[in-house]
């Protein structure tokens, strides 16, 4: 157990329609960030938070949006889904922005299927 | 082009090789090198990094760094079944009061017993 915390584990649902993925960093971690992992693009990072505040945008659909609470747990909205969302999508969390070498905590994903 | 580059594979090995992976890439301002590791249905995690160019040994597992060649490699030794998995390299630089991490596509190793 990585100490970060991913729900669901799966998600299958139609398109159009949307879904909420959550996300409880590490115990101490403030930062948060979400990415994608689909078999042709590998990782892509797609938003970032720090104790509350987004901090950095990647690769992001308009579509989806993000948020960090008061607790630092961290959700992210994925609306109008499409075919081509069908991925995995991880939360990792870092005790501060900079970590240098330290890398991030990932949790274990959400394998989302939209049919 | 991609900022950085990793053969996909997949790789496969019998028990007890050498086994080499390596990436390219192409901004000279990453700082840190890192290499993940990420079994089956988990998420990422780190194995080791290095600071500029140079090596890194960790028990079985060495990472190298060449920045004047932009290359990155990782060498794992005495493989062993439970090695097998897909491994990410991952790099990192200061932007704007944030670091920027980009990774590889990763190369699935599977270590044949």
């Known amino acids: 157990d990585s100490g970060v915390t991913q729900t669901p584990k799966h998600l299958i649902t139609a398109t159009g329609q949307r879904v909420t993925l959550r996300c409880s960093p590490r115990s101490g971690d403030l930062s948060v960030y979400w990415y994608q992992q689909s078999l042709d693009q590998g990782l892509q990072f797609l938003i970032q938070?720090?104790?509350?505040?987004?901090?950095a945008k990647g690769n992001i659909l308009e579509r989806f949006s993000a948020q960090q609470f008061p607790d630092l747990h961290s959700e992210l909205n994925l609306s109008s889904l499409e075919l081509g969302d069908s991925a995995l999508y991880f939360c990792?969390?870092?005790?501060?922005?900079?970590?240098?070498?330290?890398?991030?905590?990932f949790g274990s994903g959400t394998r989302l299927t939209v049919v | 082009q991609k900022e950085v580059e990793q053969d996909p594979g997949p790789l496969s090995v019998p028990e007890g090789a050498i086994v080499s992976l390596n990436c390219t890439y192409s901004n000279s301002a990453f700082q840190y090198f890192m290499w993940y590791r990420q079994y089956s249905r988990k998420g990422p995690e780190l194995l080791m990094y290095?600071?500029?160019?140079g090596n890194k040994e960790d028990g079985r597992f060495t990472a190298q760094v060449d920045k004047s060649s932009k290359y990155i490699s990782l060498f794992i030794r005495d493989s062993q079944p439970s090695d097998s998995a897909t491994y990410l390299c991952a790099m990192s630089l200061n932007s704007g009061g944030y670091q920027k991490v980009t990774f590889g596509t990763g190369t699935k190793l599977q270590v044949i017993p």
């Open positions: 290095t600071y500029s160019s």
């Open positions: 990792a969390s870092s005790p501060s922005l900079i970590t240098g070498g330290y890398g991030y905590t």
């Open positions: 938070y720090y104790n509350g505040e987004e901090r």
